[in-house]
């Protein structure tokens, strides 16, 4: 799945869910530390897939 | 607190470690193939993107806003995901066109449009002039804080002029000392890099610091936090509506951003030096911008618990350290906040000021004749736009900054190079996007975007009425800059990012949809759609045609051509260097695809100095090539797609680069086929004449034989005979070898058939004896009149089986105005008579008729002879 020149556009498409509106209300009713959490974690997921697609020569 | 001297020394000991690192590179070429084959550098470079404002704003936002510093980082990360489909395509095209700037590179997508270039090149300069304002605002301002000066009322005169003067100096040495045909400053990147490791080291520093060297981590320091505080740093704003619209906003914007800014632009597409470098930037970027964003809440956090003033927040990362007494840590932040500012100063005015040379100067050097001896001074001028940019930048931080955050001015770029979304996206994707269509879009967006955030920013300074903020010009209130058309529930960024970008879209598709793109404009956007179709096969070969091209004639051409911009010297040295490059240095002769190859390397050298769209109308208009040249070329292009496996697409490509050139060989084509035409006229016509003479000579010569055989002692009828026969044997009259001569019978108004010459047996007898006004003879005779037929219709009285279409010439054969006879020549069916044929007939006639005469004559003298 990882391999297919579609799956940059749906982590894309489901990180801009996750910093969007609709799931910002998620984070919102979190406490001040997992508000940090939601979004760094996110962050570094999103960071983390980039460097397991991009990194490696293929 | 520092001395201001020691401060200003760390200052110029800082920019002359990074102006010797640049130095090195440039200077030690086996250095700088290392470092350019790393992809880091190239990635680290990119980060170019976290400036001041990112280093001692973002602290600063965070304090007062929560959370709301962050789309600004995600928004990038999100798009970065991307970039192997949009910055390979961008960084491809790039290659293929010698791309120096993203003026030129929208430029290049509509037509080579000037027009669009200008726009694109008034938009960046409006839209970063700010942005390096409140970089220089950082420098002075973390300068004053350093040396414990005033942070309220600032050095502008004295520190402030006099750091920007030296970033002039720094800017005009790392990145314009010569007229570079790449703009690829491999110097000037490195000495980037490092400075993006210094602010990282920096800031991560001064974070540690806080969270662990003054507290036991994020928890013992969040808990330290009133419970309201706590709240409020970690929420996105005021946590309502209006927050998460402007998130939404900023996290859009900051998507274009991190590739449209032009610094951005610059680093990521024009300093590319390899495509595969983009597989690190996609991790290497984001992940650096998380690194960097890790320690603003805790800063944000440690400024509130070490109760420093609130109005301050945005120098809380320098606060923190000098307020601990740490001197080591506090000079390193300085210098981190100092590479934030310099790196993003020196890599835009260079951006901005290639653009204004490029786009703005060339295109007026071009149009008047008398400046064209300026074009020799593009560098000089290189140098003055850079001068010009920073001052400007200085002059706007000193008149409109002032009581303003740091990331509300950063805001007013991120918007302006919004506008280039709609243009640079249907250019890369949607092939009917057209050059009518983004100028409008441009225009449009550009105006929306100046309205609602430059007019404001100037009525707030003073500059503008501030009624036009309150009550809208002419006391419109629809037309409020900040509530355009009513719609006031939004902030300044979302509304004008929403309406620009509106406008600009609109405009953008509508142009394109309804106005028609040229022939050569959707080769063009065949190209760019399908840039990343294209390898790089389709190199020319070498091997094609054999070597008749004058190498030393071609040379000497293009040395013309660079005289316009440079030095007789460099203009000399630059062609030699393609020369010796291509190895047609030792040549006498060169192949057709051996030109191609000099021109195209040509055209890169023109295009970095002076953009591919000049570069292209100055190739278009100076070069030229003789038929045997032409020919040769064309033979070379037939080789080379013969050679190319290329699908239909990448022919256009291919074919699109000498477009122009072609169309001015149709032209020659087209002039020259005029004038074979006009030669064939020419000789037409004087076939005609010497047909006519030709025809008169042997009408006179025929004449003459009647004439002579009318005078011989021959028998009426052999004489006729012989007559008839000469006639029909006319080569120029189109008569068939066959007719007759009737003898008119006044006394019962008949003609009697009295010679023919090869007429069917059939009609002998039919027309042996013709009563005046019975078919086409006895017409003739009754009205002594010449009678031309093409066809046999009405008038044809006889008809007998067999008969053949065909025509007739019947002359009657008169004697001082007595009909003799008449004559009857056949011609084939549809011959259109002429006033020529008509005229020897007639003096045939008039012949004949003496004839006959004469003969009669002597008939009724012999009957009265032998009556006597």
Redesign the interface.
Known sequence: MFEKPEFPVLLFVAALLFFGWPLMEIARMLPPMGRLVYFFGIWAVVVGFNFFLFHRTR | MFATSTVFLTFLAYMAILFGIAQLVERTPKLSAYLAARPWVYALSITVYCTSWTFYGSVGLASREG?AF??T??GP??????W??VLRKIVRIKEQRSITSIADFISARYNRSQGVAIIVTLIALLGTVPYISIQLKAVVTSFSIITGGSTTDLDWGGLGFWASVLLIAFTVLFGARRLDPTERHQGMMTALAVECVVKLVAFLSVGIFATYGLHDGV?EL?AALPAAD??Q????GS?ETAA?TR??TV?FVSMAGILFLPRQFHTAVVENCNEQHI??A??LV??FM?LI??FV?PLAAAGRVAGLPPAMSDFYVLLIPLQAEQQGLSVLVFLGGLAAATGMIIVSSVTLATMSTNHLLVPVLNRFESLHPLKRYLLQARWVCIAGVILVSYLFARELTEGRSLANIGMLGFCAALQFVPVIFGGLFWIKGNKAGALMGLGLGFGVWFYTLMVPLLAQAGTLPISLLTDGPWQQGWLRPEALFGMDRFDSVTHSAFWSLFFNSAAYLLGSVLLPQKESEFELANSYVHALRFDNRGEVVDHCGTEHINRAEKAAEAQSLLEHYFSHKIARGKVRQITEGLGLLSKDAISAAELLRFQRELERVLAGSIGTAAAHKAMRQNLSYSEVESEQLSHAYAEILANLKLSPDELMERLSYFEERDRIQREHTVALEQRVAEREQEIQARRRVETKLEQIVQSQQLLNEVLRITLEPLPLEEALLRSLDLVSRCSWLPVEPKGGIFLANTDNEQLELFVHLGLDPQVQALCRRVDYGYCICGMAAKNQNLIFTDRVDGYHGTHYEGMTPHGHYAIPIEYEGKLLAVMVLYLHEGHRHTEDEIDFLEAIANALGGLIQRKQTEDVLHSQKRET
């Open positions: 959370l962050l789309p980082y995600l990360t999100l798009m970065i995901g991307l192997w489909v928890g969040l706590l709240d740093l970690t929420r996105v946590g998460y998130w939404m996290l597989r690190t996609i991790w984001p992940a998380l964003s890790l809440v």
